[in-house]
């Protein structure tokens, strides 16, 4: 099977909640042929991962207009991609398949939790599938490693990990930003970001000194805490001299190292400390190294969060005990089987090294790493019990003393620490230190948590639940309002004056849509915004306090929606459709299913904003997990029921947007007072203004805001660009307008009703991606209601040859009952040009435009030059089509 494309749905899409690749499959097999079906090669490889070929089931898919049984091949690359997965120790729980408008393809979805993972997964199972199809026998073993070695390097570390758990455990939404542990928690200006055990306010100074383990020795003994004496070698020899100074046995370490790395304990001899400080200068970035008095004790970490000890456990070194039989290095191989030991930080526990120190811990010990050890006798790979150097450790949080516990809280304080870990040796953590010797040996930033979260021995602590609480008060989710709009029509006006509209109660408003992203009204980015990607970018800006998303089709099926959840999820309509044949969308029914995710998605506290006129819109209704507010031009019974039941609803009632709910009806604005609407002349912004007046009372808005809001929004084209944007010229009313499928054509004449004028003429172009027939069918609309008709070809060819779009305009043009006059021109530019060049005091021209900022300043050029006597027509530079494909 030959892969076409692979769609990765990072957010919310229309199979689901969960993350997914979406892989759609030739079914037609490259030669040679499967020897083997597709149940008895399913029977060999799930059964080798422990699944069972009773599982291999598909409910029917979102998208009714074409439906049939996937082939039994895909079914099975669906389910092998999520078992191998699950088998390399992802937490993937979801998989489907599904079939497409062509007969020989399918869609294999396939859930994922690291995106990385997920991909391989799918190519490893449509490799297994091939080559078992053809009736090959191999080794599968190293591929399934691989897999597993993927997903502990490509995963979130059990720290961020934990962190991340206990967030969204309590509603506050997490993002990966990167390929390391750096998350963000929450949006817009209310997130916070953490990497590893480290927060946004893990201060750079208290990280310096942290590492600075010199330096922290002398904050720690100004602040009275216990700390042993030591200080910084020049070389070896002076190493020797200060170990003989402070009295063996000492500790050597690098003054900057962490996790233990160069960690040398308990030395007593001069080859010991020279060895030692070898390999802790290796180690240390500034090529410092510490001698400090060694202090006997157990080895103990404690976690501080805030001001409060939420953890303790005590270390013990790695170590083997011997058989009898067996040789030191064999012993420890056989110890790093053990599934709990990995070669980085997302295992509980780390491998045993068998290194230069570790060797010269055994020599230390009279042994070599071939020596057999008597059975029964222990001995120790390495002095220093840091998990990543193979160490174990045991719960001991409920024995810690509250003098113990106050002490490691100065500790953290002293250094600045929001978040530490802080290394104590003493013989006993239930006794005050001062009382037993013991002492702080470091303080460390960014402490690991595997050790409090998987013990050796003893209960697992809720580390990443303390450090949530850290980061938000209970009840906090870190979230921002978010309002989502999709539709057919007038989805980017509607987000615009929702945006407006917000920003009369003084919050920052961050807006998506198909002009650019947008803080409080000024552009941070032009071009089509509508994504998933950009909502993802406003939700990680720090300033913004409510987003307005415009949320296109083409971003739901391509990748998702960039939001967990709406608090209020806006559909303006789906009419007469539009992108239909685009994305395996063929229908209006299917149309529905796609733009109705971000229905789909609304928070259980949110409420999802319909049209209730246009029943495919308000047929979403049931996939809404929050409440349902109806919107209309006018009321109806649908309407009325509705509030009947407790329901609320926007209408206009006698020229007045009201309010309605069970028991009140609150008059908001007459459309005359709204200029967006030209005094109600223009129906579709009467609909676009009940909207978002609809909508911005479901985020919460008073009365007085969205009245406020309301009366100062006008379709200008500095406002909401190429929608509806009447401009004056010398006499003749000219209309720039973005709309290019057949509803928006349709509201447009309708709505050019209201504006006297003696001929009326039109620029215009199709969309190369859309369907013939709806190319046609505007051609026809244009026939019928303009005069002129100026076509053009620009950018949007979208794999149409040249002259291809303007042909099957000309076709629908044919015998036209009212346009009279057609041009055909090379560049949207031209056309306008052109048409300006030909109106006439009296005149309406509606222009089409893909370029809106550069048409708008030609219309305002032209207006000038008309208006001080310099308007007669001249010689432009055009560039027609070739005409002779319609000759």
């Not at 980061?471 to 006006?493: Q, W």
């Not at 008709?789 to 036209?816: H, N, Q, S, T, W």
């Amino acid at each position: 099977m030959r892969v076409i494309r692979t769609l990765a749905l990072r957010g919310p899409n229309c199979w689901g909640r969960v993350t997914c690749l979406e892989v759609w499959l030739d079914q037609r097999w490259e030669p040679p042929i499967p020897e083997r079906g597709p149940d008895e090669v399913a029977a060999e490889l799930l059964g080798e991962l422990g699944v069972g070929v009773s599982e291999l089931k598909v409910e029917r898919g979102p998208f009714p207009a074409v439906w049939r049984e996937p082939s039994a091949w895909t079914v099975l690359v669906a389910r092998l991609g999520r078992a191998l997965q699950q088998d390399a120790g992802a937490p993937v729980r979801f998989e489907t398949a599904a079939p497409t408008s062509d007969p020989e393809v399918d869609r294999a979805i396939v859930g994922y939790h690291d995106e990385p993972v997920g991909r391989e997964a799918v190519a490893v199972a449509l490799r297994w599938v091939g080559r078992a199809a053809r009736g090959e026998q191999w080794d599968r073993t190293e591929e399934r490693k691989a897999l597993r070695s993927l997903h502990q390097n490509t995963t979130l570390g059990p720290s961020t990990a934990a962190i991340v758990a206990a967030l969204e455990a309590r509603g506050v939404p997490c993002r990966r930003l990167n390929e390391a542990s750096l998350v963000q928690a929450g949006h817009g200006a209310r997130q916070r970001r953490i990497l590893a055990a480290e927060t946004d306010r893990t201060g750079a100074i208290a990280q310096e000194i942290a590492k600075d383990k010199q330096l922290t020795r002398h904050l720690m003994r100004a602040a009275g805490v216990p700390f042993p004496e030591g200080t910084i070698a020049r070389d070896a020899a002076h190493a020797w001299q200060i170990a003989v100074e402070l009295g063996p046995p000492v500790v050597v370490k690098p003054s900057d190292g962490n996790q233990g790395r160069g960690v040398s304990t308990n030395l007593t001899t001069r080859e010991q400390v020279e060895a030692a400080y070898a390999v802790a200068a290796e180690v240390s970035q500034t090529g410092q190294v510490i001698v400090e008095r060694y202090a006997p004790g157990g080895d103990y970490r404690i976690l501080v969060v805030g001001e409060r000890v939420v953890a303790a456990s005590r270390r013990e070194p790695p170590q083997v005990v011997g058989d009898g039989r067996r040789t030191i290095a064999e012993l420890v191989a056989e110890a790093n089987e053990d599934p709990r030991r990995g070669e980085d930080h997302a295992t509980a526990l780390s491998k045993i090294p068998l290194d230069d120190v570790s060797l010269a811990v055994l020599a230390a010990q009279g042994y070599s790493p071939t020596d057999i050890l008597p059975a029964g006798r222990p001995v120790l790979i390495r002095r220093n019990a840091n998990l990543s150097t193979g160490g174990t450790a045991a719960d001991v949080t409920d024995r810690v003393h509250p003098e113990v516990a106050q002490r490691c809280i100065e500790a953290a304080r002293m250094v600045g620490l929001d978040i530490a870990g802080i290394d104590v040796v003493a013989r006993d953590v239930a006794i005050p230190l001062e009382e037993q010797g013991g002492v702080i040996v470091e303080v460390n930033a960014a402490p690991g948590l595997r050790m409090h979260l998987t013990p050796s021995d003893g209960r697992p602590r809720p580390v990443g639940e303390a450090i949530a609480d850290l980061l938000y008060t209970p009840g906090d989710t870190g979230r921002i309002p978010i309002a989502s709009i999709t539709g057919v029509n007038g989805k980017t006006t509607v987000t615009r004056l929702i945006a407006h509209l917000v920003r009369q109660s003084g919050r920052r408003v961050g807006m998506t849509c198909t002009d650019g992203i947008y803080l409080d009204g000024r552009r941070l980015m032009a071009g089509d915004c509508s994504g998933p990607a950009s909502a993802r970018m406003v939700l990680g800006n720090p300033e913004v306090e409510v987003a307005v998303l415009e949320t296109a089709r083409g971003g739901i099926l391509r990748a998702g929606l960039g939001f967990d959840q709406c608090d209020v999820a806006v559909v303006t309509n789906i009419g007469s459709g539009d992108h239909l044949g685009i994305g395996d969308v063929h229908s209006l029914e299917d149309l529905a299913w796609a733009k109705g995710t971000i229905v789909a998605h609304v928070a259980p506290t949110g409420t999802a904003v319909l049209n209730a006129a246009d029943p495919l819109v308000r047929g979403m209704a049931p996939r809404c997990p929050g409440a349902i507010l109806l919107f209309a031009p006018q009321s109806c019974e649908m309407i009325e029921a509705h509030v009947r039941r407790g329901g609320r609803a926007a209408v206009v009632e006698d020229g007045v947007i009201v309010f309605r709910e069970a028991g009140s009806a609150i008059p908001v604005l007459p459309l005359t007072e709204i200029p967006l609407t030209e005094s109600g002349r223009i129906a579709f912004q009467v609909e676009n203004a009940v909207a978002a007046a609809a909508a911005a009372w479901a985020l919460g808005l008073g009365i007085e805001l969205v009245r406020k809001g309301l009366s100062t929004a006008r379709s200008s084209a500095e406002s909401i660009p190429g929608r509806f944007n009447v401009l004056e010229m010398a006499g003749a009313t000219v209309i720039v307008d973005y709309g290019h499928n057949r509803s928006a054509l349709e509201a447009l004449i309708r709505s050019l009703e209201s504006f006297p004028h003696r001929e009326r003429h039109v620029v215009y172009s199709g969309v190369g991606d859309r369907r013939d027939e709806d190319m046609l069918e505007q051609a026809r609309l244009l026939g019928e209601h303009f005069d002129s008709v100026y076509l053009y070809e620009d950018m949007y060819m979208r794999g149409r040859k040249p002259g291809e779009i303007i042909a099957l305009f000309r076709r629908g043009l044919a015998g036209a009952p009212r346009a009279k006059r057609i041009f055909e021109f090379q560049g949207g530019l031209n056309a306008a040009r052109a048409a300006l060049e030909a109106v006439r005091p009296g005149d309406l021209l509606l222009i089409q435009a893909d370029l809106i900022e550069e048409t708008v300043a030609m219309v305002r050029a032209f207006h000038r030059e008309r208006g001080t006597g310099n308007g007669a027509a001249r010689p432009i530079g055009l560039t027609p089509v070739v005409k002779a494909a319609f000759d």
